[in-house]
């Protein structure tokens, strides 16, 4: 596994050595998905109507996903950085029994909060989407109804029922959060969710809650290229070029605005897709799933 860093942000994964992934999704004729952990199910989803919603539920219990290594308190002290961490979680994806990674691109995005109930993403593009009511993440059932509407869901779906708030792992982290310590939780992005999967830190999260504040997070994401309309690059330049030449002019917001155009149209140009292996019968989903109404 090779990876780089982003301009702008973030952790390019290039993962090219053949590996089976041992967190992976199925997809079921019917619009239904099965997420697997070494040939465990830990999750089921089925589709209602016309993309009208989607009903989710994960196996009940408090036990890890165990996806990433525990953090001691120590290493929570020792890493400040955020790229550290995505290095952190690059490492522990790689030699996880329980990782999603497979041969192709990844990459890893920092989310940092955006008001009181939401986290977004430094990718320049804003991918792969924000996070929202992360405040109730742990307040669903573990079988539940994710309405889409005209936005989709771009929510958090937890792995595990959370821990009490007194719990000791809960506490402790909540020193950490305290400290501004507390390592950022770490997210992986499903597109047939439309929402993300929490990987790691269930407790941390419940611990940040518990503070009243959002924790920092790192989502892992599959980049795949499209091709899209662009500006010619001449007008582009020659427009920042007019814009440079006008500098002492324009205020700080209308500089951060031209760097982020000229970033823009310059970056590589993605979609955010996630892949799953094709099931043939949904009566092996069936079998398996708590799910059974979807009305």
Same mark, same amino acid.
């Given at each position: ?52 919603? $989607?009903?989710?539920?994960?196996? =009940?219990? /408090? *036990? #890890? @996903?165990?996806?990433?290594? +525990?953090?001691?308190?120590? &290493?929570? %002290? ?10 952190? $979680?690059?490492?522990?994806?790689? =030699?996880? /029994? *329980? #990782? @999603?990674?497979?041969?192709? +691109?990844?990459?890893?995005? &920092?989310? %940092? ?10 990718? $320049? ?21 994710? %309405? ?148």
């Amino acid at each position: 596994m090779r990876w780089k860093d982003v301009e702008g942000g973030g952790l390019a994964i290039e993962v090219d050595a053949p590996r089976v992934p041992t967190l992976f999704l199925e997809s079921f004729p019917g619009w239904r998905i099965r997420l697997m952990r070494r040939g465990t199910p830990v999750l089921w989803a089925r589709m209602k109507g016309a993309a009208e919603g $989607v009903w989710i539920a994960r196996a =009940e219990g /408090a *036990a #890890s @996903p165990g996806v990433l290594p +525990p953090i001691t308190a120590r &290493e929570a %002290r020792a890493t400040t950085r955020i790229e550290d961490w995505m290095r952190f $979680v690059a490492r522990g994806l790689d =030699e996880s /029994a *329980a #990782s @999603p990674l497979r041969v192709g +691109p990844w990459q890893l995005t &920092e989310l %940092r909060s955006v008001g009181r109930d939401a986290l977004e993403p430094i990718d $320049v593009h804003r991918r792969p989407s924000r996070a929202l009511d992360v405040r109730a993440v742990f307040d669903v059932a573990p079988v539940h109804y994710l %309405r889409w509407g005209l936005n989709g869901a771009r929510t958090i779906v937890p792995l595990r029922t959370g821990s009490a708030i007194d719990a000791s792992r809960v506490k402790a982290w909540r020193k950490h959060v305290r400290d501004g310590t507390l390592p950022p939780i770490v997210l992986w992005w499903v597109s047939m969710l439309d929402a993300y999967v929490l990987l790691d830190g269930h407790d941390r999260l419940r611990a940040a809650l518990a503070e009243d504040v959002l924790p920092r997070a790192i989502a892992l994401w599959e980049p795949r290229g499209r091709a899209r309309w662009r500006m010619p690059e001449e007008d582009a330049v020659r427009g920042y070029e007019r814009a440079f030449r006008a500098e002492h002019r324009l205020s700080e917001n209308s500089r951060r605005t031209m760097t982020a155009f000229l970033l823009r149209h310059f970056a590589p140009d993605q979609d955010v897709a996630t892949t799953a292996r094709g099931r043939p019968s949904p009566e092996e989903w069936s079998a398996s799933s708590p799910i059974r109404s979807c009305g």
